[in-house]
């Protein structure tokens, strides 16, 4: 299965920008999607493929990926933001799916 | 606009076998893709599989002795079955829309909670 791997928490001071990461093997090779999780719900799509946002989404969330890490970045965060974030992309045999540990992000 | 609903017991004895099922609405369970996903409490999530809607199905390996999804395209509903739980088990239990050739999860059930205990 996936073995990504992300950072457990990062905080962020409200308006300011802030830029979550998803290490692995397989990101050299597929792109990683973003889900925003907030407590007690389901988690969302924000991002997906080279940069994609769904309908709905703002603008603010951004993606990038870069050799064996993919970058979800919040720019200008807001309160609403305050979220577990996590990552998921196919496995390097390509057949599998999983999922990074998630970050919690705070907004300050 | 696709909505997911999962549904079955709450409560699952150790050692018996777990099922749920989910309700596809506002759009056909053909020509796409289903998937489980669960998270236990507090933690992250975990991929247990997906279906096609022919019936074809793709487990995670840690979990592939014990899972079984399967489809009913006459009820627009897919299942799944995870065998021989513990209490390790214990998670809430979400099924998904797969989007490929994107492969995300771009539709979600509200999820439910499924805990194993005597």
């Known amino acids: 299965s996936s073995e990504l791997t992300q950072d457990p928490a990062v905080s962020v001071a409200l308006g300011q920008t802030v830029r979550i990461t998803c290490q692995g093997d397989?990101?050299?090779?597929?792109?990683a999607s973003w889900y925003q999780q907030k407590p007690g719900q389901a988690p969302v799509l924000v991002i997906y493929?080279?940069?994609n946002r769904p309908s709905g989404i703002p603008d603010r969330f951004s993606g990038s990926s870069s050799g064996n890490t993919a970058s979800l970045t919040i720019t200008g965060a807001q309160a609403e933001d305050e979220a577990d974030y996590y990552c998921n992309s196919r496995d390097s045999s390509g057949h599998h799916l999983g999922f990074g540990g998630g970050t919690k992000v705070t907004v300050l | 606009q696709v909505q997911l609903q999962e549904s079955g017991p709450g409560l699952v004895k150790p050692s018996e076998t777990l099922s749920l099922s989910c309700t596809v609405s506002?759009?056909?369970?053909?020509?796409?893709?289903w998937s489980w996903i669960r998270q236990p409490p507090g933690k992250g999530l975990e991929w247990i599989g997906y279906i096609y809607y022919s019936g074809s199905t793709n487990y995670n390996p840690s979990l592939k002795s014990r899972v079984t999804i399967s489809v009913d395209t006459s009820k627009n509903q897919f299942s799944l079955k995870l065998s021989s739980v513990t209490a390790a088990d214990t998670a809430v239990y979400y099924c998904a829309k797969l989007a490929r050739p994107a492969w995300v999860f771009d539709y979600w059930g509200q999820g439910t909670l499924v805990t194993v205990s005597s």
């Open positions: 397989s990101l050299r090779s597929y792109y």
């Open positions: 493929g080279k940069n």
């Open positions: 506002g759009g056909s369970i053909s020509n796409y893709y």
